[in-house]
């Protein structure tokens, strides 16, 4: 029973914390200081944002959706819809359903719509094709364009559609939709989105997401934990008007400027001049490279808590360790590549609060490794005592922290605290690693024959200056945490 599963969880911790002397902890009265300083500023951090999404959600938003649709409504000019659709090696299945909802949405939109749907496999061509004709709203202003090219990758994809969409001549009132193979836009999502483009500032809008996964119920949850997550963090920048980042699952740009040539040649092209690893040309991450053309360009971004679209997620290995591991390689290794030149244009250009939150996404990696090494040398060099007291204080916050995002989305299963500490422990580890190897770069969906290639001598050269900085680095954080455990007072 999941009430079970609470109960159980509370009396563990609770035995924790009460069979340890605490008074233990004046032995080591260095790493109480540390580990509260760190847990106050992260904590703290987490707060703002919690309070920002509240704010956000109740009170900013609806007012600002009221303003935009009264001023759509009156402009009485509806936008025409372009959706860019990429599919490969997507389970028949689900392309079926992602592109019955698309034509849906397409149908419902009142100023129109064309879609672009880009293929590799003739066989999707054909599929596409006969979905569209047995839709019975395929007649309503809808218009279906197949564009079938090599298997080059999505940037080539996205280029392409793009280019196609500029030969349509949109108007500068017009939306694109961006959409992944494997999700699913609600119906209304033109009529839901379009209103915010009256104000001339914003370049995009991005929506909430779930997931439907028939993988392990482990995985679904952590999915779930992280799409509750990315919920609440993306109401927090929606507040400022400028969200981190433009999913590539379902987010919706000015078409104006989507078929700007600079704007398509940096998603086709995009690169990052690194000091040690030279040009890395990106491969995964388009999403990220929208986002920052428009952050750059001064264009706001919008998030609608409203909105939300269903993506047909499955694991990438077999187990979930791995299968979370290979995702956050792709996802943390996107951010990081941008991350750097975002905070370059400083926080004048961008915004103060957005400025600090990039930030924070290069700090948190090591003050989260902080905490866990510290504690685990004053373990080994001070008093056993210390871990226990760790772990009761991990399972209190982790489940308080679920609580709060409970509020988000209602419920939480008693996994959750659980895959919380994993996600944190893990992924610092994982950006940590990414941080030093910008130029790895690989889709979930890339065959093991791409994988298995041999690598140059300037690439085994490049990988070894990683290997020696980040042993380095690692090293500074081993000698910090090992100075701070060893203090008394």
């Known amino acids: 029973m999941p009430v079970l599963g609470h109960i159980l969880y509370m009396l563990v911790f609770v035995s924790i914390a009460i069979a340890v002397p605490t008074h233990r902890l004046a032995e080591n009265a260095g790493l109480a200081l540390t580990i ?3 847990g106050i500023w992260r904590y703290g951090w987490g707060a703002v944002n919690f309070a920002r999404a509240k704010l956000f959600i109740h009170f900013a938003h609806p007012a600002r959706r009221a303003a935009a649709v009264k001023e759509y ?3 009485n000019r509806p936008a025409h819809a372009f959706f860019v659709v990429t599919t490969y090696k997507v389970d028949v299945a689900v392309t079926v359903r ?9 149908a419902a939109s009142r100023g129109g719509a064309t879609v672009v749907a880009s293929v590799v496999d003739v066989a999707d061509e054909r599929l596409v094709r006969r979905i569209f004709s047995l839709m019975p709203q395929n007649a309503r202003g809808v218009h279906l364009i197949v564009d079938r090219i090599p298997a080059t990758g999505k940037r080539d994809a996205l280029a392409a559609s793009l280019r196609i969409l500029s030969r349509q001549c949109p108007t500068y009132d017009d939306i694109v939709v961006f959409v992944d193979g494997d999700s699913c836009p609600p119906e209304d999502v033109v009529e839901a989105c379009a209103p915010f483009f009256v104000d001339h500032r914003l370049g995009a809008v991005t929506t909430d997401e779930d997931c439907e996964i028939s993988d392990s119920r482990l995985f679904r949850d952590w999915f779930n934990l992280r799409f509750t997550q990315r919920h609440m963090m993306m109401s927090s920048m929606g507040l400022s008007r400028r969200v981190l980042t433009l999913t590539g699952r379902l987010s919706i740009f000015r078409a104006s400027l989507a078929c700007n040539a600079d704007f398509i040649e940096s998603i086709q092209f995009d690169s990052l001049e690194h000091w040690r690893l030279g040009k890395v040309p990106f491969v995964t991450g388009d999403d990220k490279s929208t986002w920052f053309w428009l952050l750059k360009n001064g264009y706001e971004m919008a998030y609608l808590p409203d909105v939300r679209s269903v993506s047909m997620e499955s694991q990438p290995k077999p187990g979930f360790v791995g299968s979370a591991v290979a995702l956050m390689l792709r996802w943390f290794g996107n951010m990081l590549r941008t991350n750097g030149r975002a905070l370059a244009l400083g926080p004048r250009r961008i915004g103060l609060f957005t400025w600090w939150s990039l930030l924070d996404q290069r700090i948190s990696m090591w003050t989260t490794l902080f905490g866990p090494v510290a504690v685990l040398m004053s373990t080994l060099f001070v008093s056993p005592l210390v871990l226990p007291i760790y772990v009761a204080w991990v399972m209190f916050t982790r489940y308080i922290n679920c609580c709060l995002l409970a509020t988000f989305r209602p419920s939480f299963p008693i996994s959750y605290p659980f895959l919380l500490y994993f996600s944190q422990i893990c992924g610092a580890l994982v950006k940590s690693f990414v941080f030093f190897r910008l130029d790895r770069q690989r889709w979930t969906r890339q065959t093991a024959e791409a994988s298995h290639r041999i690598p140059s001598a300037s690439e085994r050269l490049r990988g070894l200056s990683s290997t020696y900085v980040h042993i380095l680095a ?11 455990s060893s203090a008394k007072i």
């Open 36 to 38: 509260g300083t760190l």
């Open 73 to 75: 409504e009156a402009r």
């Open 98 to 106: 992602v592109y019955r909802a698309i034509f849906r949405a397409a």
């Open 474 to 484: 690692s090293g500074w954080l081993l000698f910090a945490a090992f100075m701070i």
